[in-house]
């Protein structure tokens, strides 16, 4: 018998495609309007994710297997001793846009209403807070006023700070369907870099970091010189016009300054800004170059200024479209996940607070903002935080300045972890760890980028005693009501009863401003909410603000008046991101092997030019060290050309973490410099310094796991058939250092370059080994074909291959990650078996016939062929 498929939804980007899953297969739902059945690469590699190679399956006391009831008992009794010791503020929380809202709601409930502290952030300060204080500022309320099918009715898209061809692929899909459909349509794109993403656009504008907003100050100001502002619009819908008009009256915002001070020619800011205001139907998507930012929050704020006064909001095809990151970050800010939130979009004035008191019933209640999450991390190494229970993040990782972050935690007296898995590195500084029941194996709702909830629903058994997280938050809370001799706020049988509940409180929206209203699912059943169907809110309209009244008191969106901070970086500095094959810290895709082909090292991104004047060299290592405060570390990378970068600027991803290369994670070296208004952290421009290191050995072993020596750097891939490691030492590595296992032989070689060594073990036939490990030691960087030497393990030994291999250099990079097509091969098919179209390569090699994510690389190499015989021609 077939077995049921289960709708749900992807675990990673806001995007929040719809899958049809079940344990044989997981394919994107046709049904769901987020996505209408496509799927990208770490969608489609989702059947691969569940194969992890180590899950959490016990709760663990320091390391000792204990109960569900005494690691709850423990917690609740921890929190009860800290809040009559050293108060309420002396207990935290630190959560994640990865949870579900029912986990969020009661996590939320918990630490506000009955810990009586709004000390609870989460990862979304690191990733959407400065979208959310832009919001609030503008409209009175954390609303994205945009749907994803506005794409298809814009006639200007401008992606801003964000590389949504690698980070949001199928809403990026969307954007090329519609540039299909119609042809007028223009793409812009601002981003410092030359990504992938500005590759496909009409217009990039390379600007200068943080020069965005200068660049939408310039363009109020040109609207208002052209005359292009739509007076009415701002007459009847908003407030605080004249500040701004003042604002950008300053000589700085002229054109011609605007692009001296952005490094860009007056012919590209003028075509920009002559869209703008041409074109009648106008989106601005924007992401994490605009929101993890210094002036993160006023870059929000220009940009909905320019809105604002051309009316190009509140319109189809029209609007500010903050690009979402995580699945459920929209979710966890509509239960109030962030520490300056209260609850259902509300803050923490007096009527508020009182109105959420008295829905929850609850002995207590925050009555100020808590700790944004790096002040928590700061107070957390002061030994203010007694209790920290850390759930679905890695700080140690993610987190600027994470060597503090490690100080921190090692410090502080009890720190709970709730992780799937035990290799996550922050679980190392847990005294207490809980295993939470991962994505499939447990349900609730997510909202993503759009809006739109949609349900997440098992389709797995939980592994062990694992659990989902609201379990876990509940079984706490009915314990601590107990010490505190309270009624239980904690007695939910199910998610629905949760989502009831939080449904329910939003009722205090309903005769405001306010959109975010569920009260009519208040008393939903069990079965209608089994039975869920993606749903957008606001729940009475098409679309937000569509009447023109915003969710001010008033009734009128803010002018926000919002000055150019300087945009001139000193030195090299770092701007950080995302690849398009890893998720964050890579604990749920650092083991699919066609994932993990894309980048297989850590690797600093550099302009060849700038890399020349101080001797780095590709391949080789270089140092990066901090130079902003006290986050001077230094990592190890490898050094790669890029030319999309500019003059001092490089790049490298944060994804690099546990034993994949946890010594070369990247926010060792990035200062926690933060917006003032909403403390995001500005992962994308951090001062440093880089230099080349005099490694005396590089190394490459490949093959069934063995000690090796511990070296200064080391990264670690899982390919199909082995996993390889790759390693450096500034001391000479020496053959000695490496030893065998019982029962195996060694064969060494010497090579030009360095020397060889193979492990085989014997198998039944006394002649016959089989190869069990390949090892190669340099004084230079090894180029050998990875993949050649993988395919050699388990292989019996012959002499010929070893040689061979020997031999073999790697020169092509991965393009396709789902059929592992390479540029080198997409070459030979255009060069030599005549493709011309990415029909014909297609239908050759298959790239990017499945999710797609790859097509705008596939592209540039095919226009790259097509530039050079426009060129001959
Ligand atoms: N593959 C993949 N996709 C993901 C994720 C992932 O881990 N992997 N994570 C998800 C999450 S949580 C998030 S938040 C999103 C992030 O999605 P994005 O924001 O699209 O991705 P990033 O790579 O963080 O950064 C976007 C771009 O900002 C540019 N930038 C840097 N400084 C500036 C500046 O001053 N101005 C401008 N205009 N641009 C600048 C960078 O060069 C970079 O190309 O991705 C989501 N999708
Ligand atoms: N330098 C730099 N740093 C950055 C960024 C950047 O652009 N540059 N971006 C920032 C942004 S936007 C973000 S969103 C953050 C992301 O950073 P993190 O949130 O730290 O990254 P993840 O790897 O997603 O961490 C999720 C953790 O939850 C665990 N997990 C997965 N599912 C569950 C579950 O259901 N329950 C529980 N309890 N645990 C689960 C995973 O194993 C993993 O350990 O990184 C930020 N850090
Ligand atoms: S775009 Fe990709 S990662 Fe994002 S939700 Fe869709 S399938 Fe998942
Ligand atoms: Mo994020």
């Given at each position: 018998m077939a077995v049921k498929k289960i709708q749900t939804t992807c675990p990673y980007c806001g995007v929040g495609c719809g899958v049809v899953a079940n344990k044989e297969s997981i394919v994107g739902d046709k049904q769901h309007p987020a996505n209408l059945g496509a799927l990208c690469v770490k969608g489609s590699a989702l059947k691969e994710s569940l194969a992890m190679p180590s899950r959490l399956l016990y709760p663990k006391m320091q390391g000792k297997e204990i109960s569900w009831d005494q690691a709850t008992d423990e917690i609740a009794q921890r929190i009860h001793q800290a809040i009559q010791m050293h108060g309420p503020d002396s207990v935290a929380m630190y959560v994640s846009g990865q949870i579900l809202t029912e986990d969020y709601y009661v996590a939320n409930k918990l630490m506000k209403g009955y810990v009586g502290s709004a000390n609870i952030d989460t990862n979304s300060r690191l990733c959407m807070s400065s979208a959310v204080a832009a919001h609030v500022r503008a409209f009175g309320e954390d609303v994205v006023p945009v749907n994803y099918e506005d794409i298809a009715h814009a006639d200007l898209l401008v992606l801003i700070g964000a590389n949504t061809a690698w980070t949001h692929p199928v809403l990026f899909r969307q954007i090329q369907q519609a540039r299909e459909n119609n042809p007028d349509l223009k793409l812009v794109v601002i981003d410092p870099r030359n990504t992938v993403t500005a590759e496909q656009a009409d217009l990039h504008l390379a600007i200068e970091n943080d020069g965005d907003v200068s660049l939408y100050n310039g363009l109020l100001r040109f609207l208002i010189d052209q005359n292009a502002l739509d007076e009415g619009f701002i007459d009847a819908s908003t407030e605080g016009f004249s500040e701004q008009v003042e604002e950008v009256k300053s000589e700085q915002y002229r054109l011609e300054n605007v692009a001296r001070a952005l490094n860009l020619t007056l012919n590209e800011v003028t075509t920009f800004y002559r869209w703008f205001s041409h074109k009648a139907k106008v989106l601005t998507l924007f992401c994490q170059g605009i929101n993890q930012s210094e002036s993160g929050v006023d870059k929000g704020n220009a940009i909905i200024n320019a809105h604002?006064?051309?009316?190009?909001?509140?319109?189809?095809?029209?609007?500010?479209?903050?690009?979402?990151?995580?699945?459920?970050?929209?979710?966890?800010?509509?239960?109030?996940?962030?520490?300056?939130?209260?609850?259902?979009?509300?803050?923490?004035?007096?009527?508020?607070?009182?109105?959420?008191?008295?829905?929850?019933?609850?002995?207590?209640?925050?009555?100020?903002?808590?700790?944004?999450?790096?002040d928590l991390f700061e107070a957390v190494e002061a030994g203010k935080i007694k209790v920290l229970w850390i759930m679905a993040t890695n700080p140690v990782v993610s987190l600027p300045n994470s060597d503090q972050v490690r100080r921190a935690l090692k410090g502080c007296d009890f720190v709970v972890v709730s992780d799937i898995t035990e290799q996550s590195d922050v679980a190392e500084y847990a005294d207490l760890v809980l295993p939470a029941a991962g994505w499939g194996e447990k349900q609730g709702m997510v909202t993503n980028s759009e809006r739109r909830m949609s349900r997440q629903r098992a389709f797995l058994p939980a592994p062990g005693e694992a659990k989902p997280d609201w379990w876990a938050v509940t079984q706490v809370g009915k314990k601590l009501c107990s010490k505190l001799n309270c009624e239980s706020g904690f007695e939910f049988d199910s998610e629905a009863a949760v989502f009831r509940e939080f449904a329910g409180l939003s009722a205090i929206n309903t005769n405001s401003n306010h959109l975010f209203d569920l009260s009519k699912f208040a008393s939903i059943s069990d079965e209608e909410y089994a039975n869920w169907q993606p749903t957008q809110w606001p729940l009475d309209s098409e679309a937000p603000y569509r009447d023109g009244v915003f969710s001010t008191p008033s009734g009128k969106a803010q002018f926000v008046a919002v000055t150019a901070p300087s945009t001139v970086m000193n030195g090299w500095w770092l701007n950080t991101g995302r690849l398009r094959d890893q998720w964050h810290t890579m604990t749920r895709t650092g083991h699919i092997a066609k994932l993990a082909a894309?980048?297989?090292?850590?690797?600093?991104?550099?302009?060849?030019?700038?890399?020349?004047?101080?001797?780095?060299?590709?391949?080789?290592?270089?140092?990066?060290?901090?130079?902003?405060?006290e986050s001077d570390s230094c990592i190890f990378a490898k050094v790669k050309f890029d030319d999309g970068l500019s003059g001092k600027q490089l790049f490298m991803s944060m994804h690099w973490a546990g034993r994949y290369g946890g010594q070369s994670q990247v926010n060792r070296t990035v200062s926690s410099v933060v917006d003032p208004i909403s403390g995001q952290p500005a992962f994308k421009s951090s001062n440093v310094h880089i230099a080349a290191v005099q490694m005396q050995s590089y190394g490459i072993y490949v093959g069934q796991e063995r000690d090796l020596p511990s070296c200064d750097y080391s990264s670690y891939q899982l390919d199909d058939n082995a996993a390889v490691t790759r390693f450096a030492n500034l001391t000479k590595l020496d053959k000695s250092m490496f030893s065998v296992g019982q029962g195996e032989k060694l064969f060494r070689w010497d090579l030009p370059q360095g020397w060889m060594m193979v492990i085989g073990r014997q198998t039944g036939n006394?002649?016959?080994?089989?190869?069990?490990?390949?090892?190669?030691?340099?004084?230079?960087?090894?180029?050998?074909?990875?993949?050649?030497?993988?395919?050699?393990?388990?292989?019996?030994?012959?002499?010929?291959?070893?040689?061979?291999?020997?031999?073999?250099?790697?020169?092509?990079?991965?393009?396709?990650?789902?059929?592992?097509?390479?540029?080198?091969?997409?070459?030979?098919?255009?060069?030599?078996?005549?493709?011309?179209?990415?029909?014909?390569?297609?239908?050759?090699?298959?790239?990017?016939?499945?999710?797609?994510?790859?097509l705008p690389e596939v592209n540039k190499i095919l226009k790259s062929y097509q530039t050079i015989a426009v060129s001959k021609a």
């Open positions: 604002l006064a051309s009316g190009k909001i509140g319109k189809q095809g029209c609007g500010p479209f903050s690009l979402t990151g995580q699945p459920n970050a929209m979710g966890g800010r509509e239960v109030g996940g962030l520490a300056n939130q209260l609850a259902v979009h509300r803050g923490f004035d007096t009527e508020s607070v009182r109105l959420v008191k008295e829905y929850w019933q609850s002995p207590s209640i925050a009555a100020k903002p808590g700790l944004k999450a790096v894309g980048e297989v090292e850590p690797t600093i991104y550099v302009n060849k030019l700038s890399a020349e004047t101080i001797g780095l060299q590709e391949g080789y290592c270089a140092a990066i060290r901090g130079i902003s405060d006394q002649q016959q080994m089989t190869v069990t490990g390949v090892l190669l030691i340099s004084p230079q960087p090894l180029e050998q074909d990875y993949t050649a030497i993988t395919a050699l393990i388990g292989k019996p030994l012959s002499l010929s291959s070893i040689i061979s291999i020997a031999g073999e250099k790697a020169q092509s990079q991965l393009v396709c990650s789902c059929f592992r097509v390479t540029d080198k091969q997409i070459q030979t098919a255009i060069e030599e078996d005549g493709c011309v179209s990415l029909n014909q390569l297609q239908s050759k090699l298959k790239c990017g016939s499945n999710c797609g994510s790859c």
